[in-house]
C-alpha cells in the first residue's frame, strides 16, 4: 500500500509569480502593439480577432474600458507565437528610434546653421561637401529674415529638406 502512494506523481501546482510575470509580459506586448500603426500590426502577422481587438483599443476614450481592452487584447495573444511577434515588435521600433535618430541629426544642424552662421556652414561643407552651396546660403538666409520677421518658417523646412537629403 505504501509502495502505491510513491508510484503516484505528486501534483504540482503552478508557479504563481511564473505565470504573474508571463501574464504581464503579454500585457506589455499589447501596450507596444497599441502603440503601432495598423500598417505595422500587418507586419507583425497577428491574427485578425487580435487586430480587430486593437483597432477597438484605439478608438477608445475611457481610462478604465481600454484596460479592460487591453487585457482581452493579451488574453488573446496567448494563442500566437510570442516570440516571433515580440521580435518582430523589437525591429520595429529599432528602425523607428534610428529614423528618430536621423531626423534629430537634421534638425541639430538646421538649428546650428541659422544660429551659427558662417562657422557651422564650414563645418557642414567639410562634412557634406556634396550639396548646392548656393542653394543652402540661400535658404539659411530666408530662414533668418524669416524668423526675424517672424514669418512662417516655409525657408527653414526647405532647409531642412535639403540637409536631409544631403545627409542620407
Request: some cysteine; aromatic content about 6%.
Amino acid at each position: 500500500m505504501i509502495d502505491n502512494i510513491e508510484d503516484e506523481p505528486e501534483y504540482e501546482r503552478p508557479n504563481k509569480s511564473e505565470q504573474k510575470r508571463e501574464a504581464q509580459a503579454f500585457l506589455d506586448l499589447a501596450k507596444k502593439l497599441e502603440s503601432l500603426s495598423e500598417q505595422q500590426w500587418q507586419d507583425v502577422s497577428l491574427s485578425e480577432h487580435v487586430i480587430d481587438a486593437l483597432r477597438a483599443l484605439k478608438e477608445m476614450p475611457q481610462k478604465a474600458a481600454k484596460k479592460r481592452q487591453l487585457k482581452l487584447v493579451a488574453k488573446y495573444l496567448r494563442d500566437t507565437d510570442v516570440h516571433a511577434a515580440l521580435a518582430e515588435v523589437e525591429n520595429i521600433e529599432q528602425v523607428q528610434t534610428k529614423v528618430n535618430i536621423e531626423f534629430h541629426r537634421v534638425e541639430r544642424w538646421r538649428d546650428r546653421l541659422l544660429s551659427e552662421g558662417t562657422p557651422a556652414l564650414t563645418e557642414f561643407l567639410v562634412e557634406y561637401s556634396d550639396v548646392d552651396v548656393q542653394q543652402l546660403r540661400q535658404l539659411i538666409r530666408n530662414a533668418s529674415q524669416e524668423a526675424y520677421k517672424n514669418k512662417p518658417p516655409k525657408s527653414a523646412k526647405l532647409l531642412f529638406k535639403l540637409l536631409r537629403e544631403c545627409m542620407k
